[in-house]
């Protein structure tokens, strides 16, 4: 499953340089782990439970290292562009977004609006990148199964690991999932992912900008409804009564799966699926309304497990549910299966018809921030969170 690419190599190359850089002594010079990491991984393989803190204290340290090398990588032009994941070689492609302006929300007289849709509020949007397609399995189980029997699964680090002398092995990765994620459907090539939590979704993210020197994150609420929309200000980025034509739903309520990415039309900006298929996680925490945001790029960076935006609707969907405004709210109902106390931070068990798209920005955050974007999703559920209903 993984092959060794030139830019695999490179990422390994990096790794050492700036270790070195760092100020390693000469006679450590072989050593591309630090110490104190391998000291801390080993304190995990003790015992896991809730009161230790998902994210190890390594974690800073990992990511000053990988903004460094997204600092000293990332450029070109602000455009479309199909690259692979170095360490598997799997392709994926970006759309180049546009910046400009847009009336977030749904107009008062818009057919089965909810309330949480409004008011509508005009936001601006800097330029960014999408994802043209959901994320497929073929993506995302390389960074998920990279943990097998002989390896420790709380933090993806091997059982001995001061052999780990990779920096992307030290990006946490996904335990066991309690249940088979797909729920039956086909996790062949192409076929859309489902079922993780928010945390492993950024932790992926986190993977993808190590090994590709881009910054990689869940696109903001904002940035996700102004993609769909695609300059248009209707129900939906196509003629209503052509949506079949553009989206994977379920108007008789008997679909049973969804479908390989991309089988329907894009949209207006040549993204696929932003109507159905699966839903889609996005960066921000749940908040019913718009009154709140900036005017510029608003992000709302989450504080707790549950109350997390999902867009998008799904094939498991009515057309109300794929709308351009509509909303919806993660819950932990998408965990009813789930016996285990805790309950996984990386697997959902009832969310089979949630998924993800990359989002990528032109402006690099600053070390703080990408540390609390990439593990925002570093939590459990606890005494005291606000309670959200299943939908809008």
């Given at each position: ?95 180049a977004i546009p910046g400009g302006s847009f009336l977030m929300g749904s107009p008062e007289d818009e057919k089965d609006r909810n309330l949480d849709e409004g008011p509508q509020r005009e936001i601006e949007v800097s330029d960014f990148w999408m994802g043209k397609f ?8 390389p960074y998920a199964v990279r943990t097998s029997s002989e390896i420790y699964t709380i933090l993806g680090t091997p059982r001995n690991p001061e052999n780990a002398e990779e920096l992307v092995h030290w990006v946490s990765a996904p335990s066991q999932p309690y249940t ?213």
């Amino acid at each position: 499953m993984k092959h060794r690419t030139k830019a695999g190599r490179m990422v390994r190359l990096f790794s050492c340089l700036i270790l070195l850089a760092n100020g390693a002594e000469a006679e450590e010079e072989k050593e591309k782990i630090p110490k104190h990491w391998v000291e801390e991984a080993e304190e995990y393989k003790k015992g896991y439970s809730s009161r230790r803190p998902i994210t190890p204290d390594y974690e800073r340290e990992l990511v000053k290292r990988i903004r460094e090398h997204i600092l000293a990588t990332q450029q070109g032009e602000h455009s479309d562009y199909q690259s692979e994941i170095p360490e598997t070689g799997v392709e994926y492609e970006m759309i180049a977004i546009p910046g400009g302006s847009f009336l977030m929300g749904s107009p008062e007289d818009e057919k089965d609006r909810n309330l949480d849709e409004g008011p509508q509020r005009e936001i601006e949007v800097s330029d960014f990148w999408m994802g043209k397609f959901e994320v497929t399995w073929d993506q995302f189980m390389p960074y998920a199964v990279r943990t097998s029997s002989e390896i420790y699964t709380i933090l993806g680090t091997p059982r001995n690991p001061e052999n780990a002398e990779e920096l992307v092995h030290w990006v946490s990765a996904p335990s066991q999932p309690y249940t088979e994620p797909a729920m039956g459907m086909s996790m062949e090539d192409k076929y859309p992912v489902v079922n993780m939590s928010y945390h492993a979704v950024m932790k992926f993210c986190q993977w993808l900008s190590l090994q590709t020197g881009h910054f990689y994150r869940l696109p903001t609420e904002a940035e996700w409804e102004y993609a769909c929309r695609a300059g248009t200000t209707g129900p939906f980025s196509c003629p209503t009564e052509k949506l079949s034509d553009y989206a994977v739903l379920d108007p008789t309520q008997t679909r049973e799966a969804y479908e390989k990415v991309g089988t329907k039309k894009p949209n207006p900006w040549g993204l696929y699926d932003m109507h159905g298929n699966v839903m889609e996680w996005c960066l921000d925490a749940y908040l019913p309304g718009y009154g709140h945001l900036e005017r510029k790029d608003p992000m709302s960076i989450p504080t707790q497990r549950f109350g997390r935006v999902i867009r998008g609707g799904s094939w498991y969907d009515t057309s109300e549910y794929l709308r351009s405004a509509a909303r919806w709210c993660s819950t932990n109902d998408l965990l009813m299966q789930d016996p285990q106390l805790p309950k996984s931070i990386w697997w959902l068990t009832d969310a089979y018809w949630l998924g993800f798209r990359l989002a990528r920005t032109k402006e690099i955050p600053s070390e703080d921030q990408m540390y609390q974007i990439w593990n925002s999703g570093a939590m459990h559920e606890k005494e005291g969170d606000k309670v959200f209903q299943l939908s809008p």
